[in-house]
T-cell receptor
Framework: GAVVSQHPSWVICKSGTSVKIECRSL??????MFWYRQFPKQSLMLMAT?????????EQGVEKDKFLINHASLTLSTLTVTSAHPEDSSFYIC??????????FGSGTRLTVV | AQTVTQSQPEMSVQEAETVTLSCTYD???????LFWYKQPPSRQMILVIR??????QNATENRFSVNFQKAAKSFSLKISDSQLGDAAMYFC????????????FGKGTKLSVKP
């Protein structure tokens, strides 16, 4: 079946540093990937839509300069949290569309900023 | 704007019994998909079942079935013969523009299964 590999699964970083999260589609080409953020005991909120070879589309209220998304190939999309602060601590999940089969999710990244 | 509402923050069911999780949605689109996802403590999102809006027949996957009431914009999930492994957060989700648009999630229902 379709697999999206997301790394790292958890990361702790110091305030002011940047963190990169990768999502790779292992056995299919993902033209579109979505990035979600999930706070504890809450639902998934869409942050941005990433299309291969073009600029990401960000949801209202999401700072594009803080959450840099790059989708340079059909199998890789990255989310970089720049100048991270404690309020950026959250669970980040990517999801890729696999044609008519629908959505495949990565296993998520727990980010803690100290 | 599209919205998904899950009015039950928590539900509990006895092992082997049946439970129904509620979901209502709102969209003016005619082409959309509805989903139920399970999120166990590992936080991996697992597809439980999906329904195409143009199909009148309710989707079924083994012990999981839906009651899709298009006019009422209701999409409930029934879990039969509940098992301990069914304990998880369940999210109802809507995708417009076929299955290529982003997913809009409800707030989720936490299901507990009692042995």
């Amino acid at each position: 079946g379709a697999v999206v590999s997301q790394h790292p699964s958890w990361v702790i970083c110091k305030s002011g540093t940047s963190v990169k999260i990768e999502c790779r589609s292992l056995d299919f080409q993902a033209t579109t990937m979505f990035w979600y953020r999930q706070f504890p005991k809450q639902s998934l909120m869409l942050m941005a839509t990433s299309n291969e070879g073009s600029k990401a589309t960000y949801e209202q209220g999401v700072e594009k300069d803080k959450f840099l998304i790059n989708h340079a190939s059909l199998t890789l999309s990255t989310l970089t949290v720049t100048s991270a602060h404690p309020e950026d601590s959250s669970f980040y999940i990517c999801s890729a569309i696999q044609g008519a089969r629908g959505y495949t999710f990565g296993s998520g990244t727990r980010l803690t900023v100290v | 704007a599209q919205t998904v509402t899950q009015s039950q923050p928590e539900m509990s069911v006895q092992e082997a019994e049946t439970v129904t999780l509620s979901c209502t949605y709102d969209t003016s689109e005619s082409d959309y998909y509805l989903f139920w996802y399970k999120q166990p403590p590992s936080r991996q999102m697992i597809l439980v079942i999906r329904q195409e809006a143009y199909k009148q027949q309710n989707a079924t996957e083994n012990r999981f079935s839906v009651n899709f009431q298009k006019a009422a914009k209701s999409f409930s999930l029934k879990i039969s013969d509940s098992q301990l492994g069914d304990a998880a957060m369940y999210f109802c989700a809507l995708s417009i523009g076929g299955s290529q648009g982003n997913l809009i999630f409800g707030k989720g229902t936490k299901l507990s299964v009692k042995p």
